[in-house]
């Protein structure tokens, strides 16, 4: 019944190996978004779709890059992994623009 | 300042008191306003959402919203251990722009 789905929950990779997370919902759900949280830190938004429309927050660095090739799969892709890119991953859905969002239950990224 | 600023806490109180989190946002257009629950090493869950002023209750949960003030509380009572959790305080900016707070921690001791 798990109506956002990630995929590993826990990764971990090399520094500067790239590395592929994977979201897909059943809710068939417009916006789909990814977060990164790190410790005791607020979760902070990377981007997000709105159906085939990318977002890109403005500080989100060149490393992180995103595709939703369907409504149902949207993949985070870390290019060049750093230390500091060790965090948890969130990706959520909403049906819409300010509607409620859902949380998947993340993706533990460790970079050695 | 932080677009969303709460009390990182902990906070503690007693099993069956009342826990009062307290949430304050900077963008004055913000018009949806949420609160999630996040166990240590999970994500975070919805528990109310609220989008005009006063209060909004469901079961033991109450929000109240004072956008005149920037300001958003989500209230618990009868607390219980297991709603010990950090506590997300997110705000719609608008444009699927969720921003969220570090989260408030909070420990009901029993």
């Known amino acids: 019944d798990a109506m956002v789905i990630q995929n590993p929950r826990y990764q971990v990779t090399q520094f500067g190996k790239p590395v592929t997370l994977s979201c897909s919902q059943t809710l068939n759900h417009n916006v789909m978004y990814w977060y990164q949280q790190k410790s005791s830190q607020a979760p902070k938004l990377l981007f997000h779709y709105y159906d085939k429309d990318f977002n890109n927050e403005a500080d989100t660095p060149d490393n992180f890059q995103s595709r939703r090739p369907n409504t149902s799969f949207c993949f985070l892709d870390i290019r060049s992994p750093g230390l500091g890119d060790a965090a948890m991953y969130l990706c959520?859905?909403?049906?819409?623009?300010?509607?409620?969002?859902?949380f998947g239950p993340g993706t533990r990224l460790t970079v050695t | 300042q932080k677009e969303v600023e709460q009390n990182s806490g902990p906070l503690s109180v007693p099993e069956g008191a009342i826990a009062s989190l307290n949430c304050t946002y900077s963008d004055r257009g913000s018009q949806s306003f949420f609160w999630y629950r996040q166990y240590s090493g999970k994500s975070p869950e919805l528990i109310m959402s609220i989008y005009s002023n006063g209060d909004k209750e469901d079961g033991r949960f109450t929000a109240q919203l004072n956008k005149a003030s920037q300001y958003v509380s989500l209230l618990i009572r009868d607390s219980q251990p297991s709603d010990s959790a950090t506590y997300l305080c997110?705000?719609?900016?608008?444009?699927?722009?969720?921003?969220f707070g570090a989260g408030t921690r909070l420990t009901v001791k029993p």
């Open positions: 997110a705000v719609d900016r608008g444009n699927n722009d969720m921003r």
């Open positions: 959520a859905t909403s049906r819409d623009s300010g509607a409620l969002q859902y």
